[in-house]
């Protein structure tokens, strides 16, 4: 069964540590991304990487960086946390495809709470 | 710039009752792709349905129906006879063809909430 695996399923921080959330697909998918998802605002994008060691922003990229050094995994970092990044988080990957596109696979998401 | 709108934040029914889910797009591409996705409790969002903008063929799987009418930029979903299984937050997606890795905007979603 293919998977997207997001390390922690529930995490507690403090204000001002750094935060590493870790996804890993076993796919071989080239693009991976990353979203969160907030009441009444769906999921928005962070940062996406269609490659390895190739990353782009998002909608929402401030306060947040990545880092893709091997094809299967994405990690999310968050430099400083703040309580206004208490959020899910949610991984997925897809195959790249010059010619149609046929969606994500997603993991379990991450809830962050930022104390 | 590319926007999903799902205007219907809630919805609450009654088992056995239909439900729609509205949709609507904006999109300068001419070549695009829709989604809608399930996220039931568990967190994980689950595929339903994938529509390129040449197809517009209303699709019925099961208990479940789509209705894309590019004349009015909307891509509905109806779970026809709901049960309680169903309840759920369903999200609508847009991905433009020229769209870098293939990325998906999201609307904001709509939860369900089926009623024994």
């Known amino acids: 069964d293919v998977k997207v695996t997001q390390s922690s399923r529930y995490l507690v921080k403090r204000t001002g540590e750094k935060v590493f959330l870790e996804c890993v697909q076993d796919?071989?998918?080239?693009?991976m991304f990353w979203y969160r998802q907030d009441p009444g605002l769906g999921l928005r994008l962070i940062y996406f990487s269609y490659d390895v060691k190739m990353k782009e922003k998002g909608d929402i990229p401030e306060g947040y960086s990545v880092s893709r050094e091997k094809k299967e995994r994405f990690s999310l970092i968050l430099e400083s946390a703040s309580t206004n990044q208490t959020s899910m988080y949610l991984c997925?990957?897809?195959?790249?495809?010059?010619?149609?596109?046929?969606?994500?696979?997603f993991g379990s998401g991450t809830r962050l709470t930022v104390v | 710039a590319q926007k999903v709108t799902q205007a219907q934040t809630e919805i609450s029914v009654v088992e056995k009752e239909d439900v729609t889910l509205d949709c609507v797009y904006e999109?300068?591409?001419?070549?695009?792709?829709l989604f809608w996705y399930k996220q039931p409790p568990s967190g994980e969002l689950v595929f339903l349905i994938r529509?390129?903008?040449?197809?517009?063929q209303n699709e019925i799987s099961g208990r479940y129906s789509w209705n894309f009418q590019k004349s009015t930029s909307s891509f509905n979903f109806t779970i026809t006879a709901s049960q309680v299984v169903d309840s759920a937050v369903y999200f609508c997606a847009l991905s433009e063809a020229r769209a870098a890795g293939n990325k998906l905007t999201f609307g904001g979603g709509t939860r369900v909430l089926v009623k024994p």
């Open positions: 796919m071989d998918h080239e693009n």
């Open positions: 997925a990957s897809s195959k790249k495809n010059r010619v149609a596109n046929y969606g994500y696979t």
């Open positions: 529509r390129n903008s040449f197809d517009e």
């Open positions: 999109t300068r591409d001419t070549t695009y792709y």
